[in-house]
């Protein structure tokens, strides 16, 4: 296995309220995690940092070495966490608003465990398929799955993009937990949403499998997202099954 991530503030940012990690429990099992600290309101950048580092080290003082109870594990930080954000939020006035957008992956033998609150997101790029694999909690695809409204008709409600669930701002963070296969020559991608605002599938697909580093691979989508103009911060961090050093 290996793992490469790098974060940037982007070209239009003063200040990046991305974060990002791996971390290994005592039973060597890896997990990997994206936060998107919410711009919108003050203390983006704690409440994403927070989420990242708590669960980090959460994780690595655990000896899960079981899907059943990694889903478990997922479940029940998530509310610990939020529940942290929230009661330093009510300690400080400029952090009362503070939340986080947040995807990580628990990696096992040939599956991996998403769970995610939000858009920030994670992919899975399986021989020549890139196919996202969380799903993007905004108010026009809640619509879409509730049956409210047509995926034709979607775009056109009143605040589409709109994030719908996140760490901090109530106490209803619910998180999403699905299971996938993750097999042979398979990387995950993830990462914020600032570079897929800005590069296609095709484009991210052709960088991820570029024979180069792992780590330049990463750096080539955050270098490339910013050349495009990316509207926000860019973060990007990449698993790889295969274990043979990349050399060139």
Known sequence: MQIAFHTDPGIKRDENQDYVGAFTNQKGTIMVI??????????????SAMAVEHFGHAWENTTIETI???????????????????????????????????VLAILFDEQVLIGNLGDSKAFLLHQDSLRQLSFDHNLKNELVRAGTVSQADAENVPNANSVTRFLGVDEHAKVEIKQHPFLGDDMLFLTSDGITKVLDGLTIKRIMRAETTLNSRACELIRSANSH???DNVTALLVSRNNKKDTK
């Not at 994206?34 to 409440?47: I, K, L, N, Q, R």
């Not at 029940?76 to 529940?83: A, D």
């Open 34 to 47: 994206v936060a998107d600290g919410v711009t919108s309101t003050e203390g983006g950048e704690v409440a």
């Open 68 to 102: 059943k109870l990694a889903t478990n594990w997922i479940a029940e930080t998530t509310t610990h966490e939020n529940n942290v954000i929230l009661e330093v939020g009510k300690r400080f006035d400029d952090l009362k608003t503070m939340a986080t957008t947040l």
């Open 229 to 231: 103009g990316a509207p």
